[in-house]
């Protein structure tokens, strides 16, 4: 594989579509970096019947997006960033069912070496987004990923005047109680940022 044709896996989870906002500018990040974005879903769990007329339109819009596959998406890779809302400070049931399943891929040291980025969504300002991320980085970091945050030359991360999401260890974003509120630009420009450099030190490390 050459410089030029670097694939850098998305794989994230969205009930509401607010993680789904944000993985719309990874991708643009990934690939104003001449990167090729390969984008995944992990699987449902919840039954549908538990599900809410705006969970249902959500997985109605995301229909047409391949489902991940613990046992192949791992492999072949130059790079790795994954999207997850908080449950409760840790990432979402679906997200964790995925890496369940990837045993084969640590014992073959499939991620080892290869940059790894994450980005998170929450209800409220202060509701475990960066406990998400720092405990979704231990499973990357037991695959061997080299993680990467977002610097504070984001001057994003500064901002004060608003209510916005974003950390040093990934960009997040604040849906609100009832999941009314969407990523602003603050928060959307820091997604395109670490796109840009997971991609950037993807193709430094090859």
């Known amino acids: 594989m050459t410089k030029e044709h670097l694939k850098i896996l998305v794989l994230f989870y969205s009930l509401y579509g607010h993680t789904y906002r944000l993985v719309q500018d990874v991708v643009q990040g990934i690939k104003a970096e001449n990167a090729t974005p390969m984008l995944r879903i ?5 039954p549908k019947k538990y599900m809410n007329k705006k969970a249902k339109e959500m997985k109605e819009q995301l229909k047409d997006i391949p489902i991940a596959n613990p ?10 960033i994954v999207g997850t809302p908080t449950r409760f400070g840790n990432m979402c049931a679906q997200m964790r069912n995925f890496w369940d399943q990837t045993g084969g ?19 409220t300002q202060h509701g475990g987004q960066e406990t998400t991320i720092i405990t979704t980085m231990i499973t990357l970091l037991h695959h061997g990923c080299i993680i990467v945050g977002t610097p504070y030359s984001n001057l994003e991360l500064m ?11 990934g ?4 849906a609100g109680p009832n999941g009314e509120r969407m990523p602003i630009e603050n ?5 395109r940022m670490l796109g840009r450099r997971v991609t950037k030190i993807a193709r430094k490390l090859i």
């Open 171 to 174: 960009p997040t974003t604040v």
């Open 105 to 123: 891929d640590w014992v073959k040291g499939s991620l080892i070496g290869k940059p790894a980025g994450i980005f998170a969504s929450t209800n």
């Open 159 to 169: 901002e004060k005047d608003t209510i916005t999401g974003g950390t040093p260890y």
């Open 42 to 46: 992990v699987e449902e769990l919840m």
């Open 187 to 191: 928060e959307l420009n820091l997604a």
């Open 71 to 80: 046992r192949e998406d791992l492999k072949d890779i130059d790079g790795i």
